[in-house]
């Protein structure tokens, strides 16, 4: 029988499930013919501030894939940009900001998000997307250290050095930046869980840059608001936690309060579970690069999740970072057939 809630519900909160659920992150995006004749060339921000076209993006892979959940098309920077701190997202690049994040004077930039007034189109989209879907919507949000690395750098960084070197030179600085990012993350996620989200996701995407003394130092506690605000303001919605080479970090990690762990390729499920500690349900790991190399590279490494999985008090399957964009379509179809089948209890 299935969960009342759903799989994907279910397996966040570490209860019986029909089938393994599984999702994508990046699922609405560039890997999709229909993504990119909808997009067109237009900028991201504003295919983002048109609910009924972001409403659309979401539900395509739904369709497409018949995933157990679907992610809201909407961007990390989003809060950022909404209140004006001027920051632009290039094609193949990612956030650029033209006036980095340097000095004290630049807090003033950062002012508190409200999301019925500057960003309305965010719970507009929710709205339409829980009015059409049958699966569970994922809000999100990114975490105080991957934003402020946008902010800091002025755009990708591969070492992060002017972020860690704001960070071990001027930690009170730092404090008051992560803080204040965190309360947008904040802002941002209980409105999207008012408008119908039933889960969030909190991407850390770049934490792995930082050690685990560095993490817990530096990072924790900001993060950890986030997941208490949320947990708080609507206790029972499963919390994410995303990072990418993030190893190292999972107990930190786990520390900081999710229900969900994110586990990239390079850390085996059950090797996961021994750092983050019982208590929380995991989600992942399959490399992305696997799906590019075609399907008779993805099974093999599929199944190998799937059985590494396998007793796992809680496992949501998903890719160890997002989809790329070069990826068929057609190996995701055939991957989400693949975890259904192969876990039909
Ligand atoms: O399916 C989904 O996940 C769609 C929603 C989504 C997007 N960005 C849309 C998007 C989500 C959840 C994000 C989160 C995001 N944005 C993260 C964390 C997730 C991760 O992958 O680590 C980060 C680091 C960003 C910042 C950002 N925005 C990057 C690095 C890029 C890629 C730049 C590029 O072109 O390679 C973006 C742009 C972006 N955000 C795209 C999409 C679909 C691609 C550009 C486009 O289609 O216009």
Redesign the pocket.
Known sequence: MTAPQGDFLAACRRQPVERTPVWF??????SLPEYRAL?GTGN?LDAIRTPEMAAEITLQPVRRYGVDAA???????VPIAATGFGVT?Q?????VVDEPFATPADLARIRPLIPEIDAPYVAETVKIVVGELGVPLIG?A?APF?VASYLVEGR?SRDYAKTKSLMYREPALWAQLIDRIADQAIASLLAQIDAGAQAIQV?D?WAGGLDAEDYRRYVQAASAKIFAAVADHAPGVPRIHFG?HTGELLGAMAEAGADVVGVDWRVPLPVALTRTGDGVALQGNLDPVACVAGWEATEPKARAVLDAARGLPGHIFNLG??VLPQTDPDVLARLVDLVHTETAR
Do not use: E, N
């Open positions: 992150m990046r699922q609405a995006g560039r997009r991201i992610i809201l098309f909407s961007d990390i920077m997202i094609p193949g690049v990612g956030p999100f990114g991957t990708p991407f995407s990418v970072h997002g």
